[in-house]
């Protein structure tokens, strides 16, 4: 069982295996459709949680989140309906969850896996305040509950795991809503996306947003992937000789 002292104490990367086994699921949950529509619900709540955090740091009034079972959102906020701050919010949603990818790898590399859990718990705990309908909150907390199980009761290698995979799919997650909102956009069937509220609040064209979404998913990735793997995973084997 984990002790709240566990928190702040670094922990041993896992066997390569482990890391390894951890991104194929990830992939496999993104690339299979069947699971994707299960999986996705995951990054609407890290989108929609985006949205709702940069709407309170740039001084927003949160009116509350829902989430459906189609695995769409939607976060509602008051304040000036134009300027830098309705430009961040709306930019959050996108770009959240590989960017919080990004930052679970970050943790990791660092040797921060049960740091990293509770955090999400965190996260999880504030972002359940505002959720404003049934299926939000059964969803926010089935999420809180299995992260706080595997976090308090699972041994360490599990909880590798799982840290691992979370942070996987997050980064590899990142890039597929925004595929299917430039199909959508293509065939105007979402006339009120992020990216064409964007293009409406600074006159950039929606696509340019879509691009944008699509580069910070991909950076993301690429740096993070960088970060999960373990670091003696390069290194030179070494080796001593002595003259005879």
Do not use: C
């Not at 295996?17 to 992939?27: F, G, K, P, R, T």
């Not at 595929?179 to 064209?205: C, F, H, N, Y």
């Amino acid at each position: 069982m984990t002790e709240f002292s566990d928190l702040w104490e670094p922990q041993a990367d896992p066997e390569m295996w482990i890391v390894a086994a951890a991104a194929v699921l990830a992939l496999l949950l993104v690339a299979y459709g069947p699971a994707w529509r299960v999986s996705r619900n995951i990054v609407t709540i890290a989108h929609e949680g985006g949205h709702a955090l940069v709407a309170l740091l740039t001084g927003r009034k949160l009116d509350g989140i829902r989430l459906h079972s189609d695995t769409s959102g939607v976060t509602v906020s008051r304040g000036r309906p134009e300027g830098a701050g309705m430009v961040l919010t709306a930019l959050a949603g996108y770009v959240a969850p590989p960017l919080l990818g990004l930052l679970f790898a970050w943790l990791l590399e660092l040797g921060r896996i049960t740091l990293m859990l509770w955090f999400s718990l965190l996260l999880l705990a504030g972002m359940l305040v505002m959720i404003r309908n049934v299926f939000g909150v059964v969803s926010v907390v089935t999420t809180g509950g299995i992260i706080f199980a595997v976090s308090w009761f699972a041994p360490t290698d599990v909880q590798a795991a799982f840290a691992y995979f979370g942070a996987s799919f997050l980064l590899l997650a990142g890039a597929r809503p925004v595929i299917e909102l430039q199909r959508l956009r293509a065939m105007r069937q979402a006339p009120s996306s992020d990216a064409d509220q964007l293009s409406q609040l600074t006159g950039v064209p929606g696509l340019v947003w879509v691009f944008v979404f699509g580069l910070v998913a991909l950076a993301s990735l690429v740096l993070g992937g960088n970060l999960l793997i373990p670091a003696e995973t390069f290194e030179a084997p070494s080796f001593s000789w002595t003259a005879p």
